[in-house]
């Protein structure tokens, strides 16, 4: 493995900052100082230390994407897609999927066995939005998302419903059937102006990052996402 991808997996910078990293000086190899970010590596056996401080090579990637409108949530396509936002990255896929428009939380990862857990409809794992919409809901309206919808032959299971104002809220639901919130409030006879993911289970969308922005998940945040996955 190419010693650039060894560092950029063990989140010591994207692939053009640890490239910097090694012309600098700053990176070596079983103790001698690397000249090319290009060099071969056993990323197992090879001792590859940063500033002094030992690098561990972790097989699988984790990041956190403030994902902006415009992009769609595929590894492939004519138009932009959210893997053109994370360039120094191959291999990974988004876990779940945002419509073009929606903004927000995306893990970008290659874990696909975690990816599966997160995914699968058994497990109720919980998505908040922040929703804008055209309409002030009734009374009738939120009991109706609190108990669930059948629309178009669709079921969409019961959502929480947290009143901001009288046309915005935070929604939490527990499956990501295709464009679940915006048919829900289509259901109503109202419209999904604007639309957030702000977490999945625990993860919280990092408010530091900026659309288009995204950072590695930290230990916990990954032992968190895995918790209750076979082992
Ligand atoms: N529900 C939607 O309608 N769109 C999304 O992008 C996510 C959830």
Redesign the pocket.
């Known amino acids: 493995m190419r010693l650039d991808r060894m560092l950029s997996d063990a989140h010591a910078g994207t692939r053009s900052q640890v490239k910097k990293l090694v012309k600098d000086g700053r990176v070596t190899v079983n103790g001698v100082t690397a000249k090319h970010s290009s060099m071969q590596i056993d990323p197992y056996e090879d001792v590859i230390e940063l500033d002094g401080n030992r690098l561990i090579y972790e097989e699988y990637v984790y990041l956190m994407l403030n994902k902006p409108a415009g992009y769609i949530?595929a590894t492939k396509g004519n138009v932009p897609t959210v893997m053109d936002l994370i360039p120094d990255y191959k291999g990974m896929f988004p876990c779940g999927?945002?419509?073009k428009?929606?903004e927000g939380l995306l893990l970008m990862t290659n874990d696909g066995p975690l990816a599966h857990h997160l995914l699968s409809p058994h497990h109720h794992v919980e998505?908040e939005?922040y929703v804008e919409h055209k309409l002030p809901l009734t009374m009738d309206d939120i009991c109706r998302i609190e108990e669930g919808i059948t629309f178009q032959s669709i079921s969409y299971r019961p959502a929480k419903y947290e009143k901001i104002s009288d046309t915005s809220c935070h929604l939490i639901?527990q499956e990501?059937?295709?464009?679940?919130?915006?048919?829900?409030f289509e259901s109503l006879g109202d419209k999904?102006v604007y639309?957030k993911?702000l977490r999945m289970k625990n993860l919280r969308l990092d408010d530091n990052l900026k659309p288009g922005e995204y950072r590695p998940l930290t230990a916990e945040e990954i032992a968190d996402l895995k918790e209750g996955m076979p082992q």
Do not use: A, N, P, Q
């Open positions: 949530s999927r945002l419509d428009d929606t998505k939005y639901i990501g059937k295709y464009h679940e919130i915006k048919m829900v999904v639309l993911r």
